[in-house]
């Protein structure tokens, strides 16, 4: 089976001569369909530039992206903002929702950009898939942070995107909250067959993936299988150790 996403020796690099910063440096790796990924690794290791090339809110320097048939990096600006619209769903940290929009005109907003006009059950639907099916006129004030991160959630999904990226979605969460929000991707991925890409610094987080897959100065420096937090920490810190060059 075509995989979601295929990278091939992905490079990205970024200043001027003589004051460049190599982000990527030959990156290649797979996404299967439903399949959760988290990519790890010490500050500065390329993790949010793999994300952001991936999901084509930024070009390489050199290299491949493709988004199961569809090859990102040669895509003219337009083509590239209607297939991010279309086929690419986003998560944040910050959960980027409107203020003075309820929950369900959130979550409609990216049909409504794509010009459609959502069907209310589509959206309520959608909510209802994140448990938020009694929240839908609240505003984002009015909503926990769990919440709001839900509904961010169903808005990236309401489009039925082949891909959902994720940006440290629990880095603003207390523990049991962020629990939650793991819990549900980890659902739509055995679910719904959701293909999800995750960066994240929390091990305990990234032992709701498959696996994990650790950069180090812009390359790929392994993967785990099966993660359980005990492994991913154990892996961060030899890689930490590593990338400082202090040895024990």
Do not use: W
């Amino acid at each position: 089976m075509q995989p979601a996403v295929r990278l091939r020796d992905l490079h990205r690099v970024y200043g001027a001569r003589g004051t460049t910063v190599r982000a990527l440096a030959g990156v290649s790796v797979d996404l299967p369909v439903g399949s959760f990924t988290a990519v790890m690794g010490p500050s500065g290791s390329g993790k949010s530039t793999l994300l952001h090339c991936a999901a084509g809110l930024d070009r390489p320097t050199s290299g491949e992206v493709h988004v199961g048939g569809t090859r990102l990096d040669d895509l003219s600006e337009t083509r590239l903002t209607l297939l991010r619209r279309q086929r690419i769903g986003f998560v944040f940290q910050q959960f980027n929702l409107l203020p003075a929009l309820t929950a369900e005109l959130n979550v409609a907003l990216p049909l409504m950009l794509g010009g459609r006009r959502p069907k209310r059950a589509e959206t309520r639907a959608a909510l209802a898939a994140v448990g938020l099916a009694d929240r839908l006129g609240h505003r984002p004030a009015e909503l926990s942070g769990g919440q709001q991160q839900r509904v961010a959630i169903a808005r990236a999904l309401t489009t039925r995107p082949e891909v959902l990226f994720a940006d440290e979605p629990t880095g603003a969460l207390d523990s049991a909250t962020g629990r939650e929000v793991l819990t549900l991707l980890r659902g739509m991925v055995d679910d719904h067959r959701q293909t999800v890409l995750m960066v994240t610094h929390d091990p305990l987080a990234a032992a709701y993936a498959d696996r994990v897959l650790f950069l180090r100065d812009g390359r790929l420096a392994g993967e785990l299988v099966g993660p359980t937090p005990q492994a991913v920490a154990e892996r961060m810190t030899r890689l930490e150790v590593g990338s400082t060059g202090v040895t024990r």
